[in-house]
């Protein structure tokens, strides 16, 4: 499975950007989705996901109410809209996906993407 991130740039802060993921090489229906985030120093942080069964969704504390995560398994593509970003959201987002499984919190997942660099000016 390949993983194509696209979406990310330069916002201010209080902005929105949406990110997306392209996957492809395999069936996307059976593939639980989702977003990572690594800021500069930091480890890589769960952000967002969605599940291959029944699309049920799940967030990270910092980010609930504020990011959205969709799929469309018509297109094989996952979405992350990012709402109210603020200068501590600037990282590079990494898309994720597992096989028949949720997508693991600790980022123990079957796919990466080659991430996109997403920046919050203040």
């Known amino acids: 499975v390949q993983l194509v991130e696209s979406g990310g740039g330069l916002v201010r802060a209080g902005g929105s950007l949406r990110l997306s993921c392209a996957a492809s090489?395999?069936?996307?229906?059976?593939?639980?989705m989702g977003w990572f985030r690594q800021a500069p120093g930091k480890e890589r942080e769960f952000v967002a996901a969605?599940?291959?069964?029944?699309?049920?969704?799940y967030y990270a504390d910092s980010v609930q109410g504020r990011f959205t995560i969709t799929r469309d398994n018509a297109k094989n593509t996952v979405a992350l809209l990012m709402d109210n970003l603020e200068p501590w959201d600037a990282a590079v987002y990494y898309c994720?996906?597992?096989?028949?499984?949720?997508?693991?919190?600790?980022?123990?997942?079957?796919?990466w993407g080659q991430g996109t660099q997403v920046t919050v000016s203040s």
């Open positions: 994720a996906a597992m096989v028949g499984r949720p997508i693991p919190r600790n980022g123990d997942v079957d796919y």
């Open positions: 969605v599940t291959w069964n029944s699309g049920a969704t």
């Open positions: 090489g395999g069936s996307f229906s059976t593939l639980s």
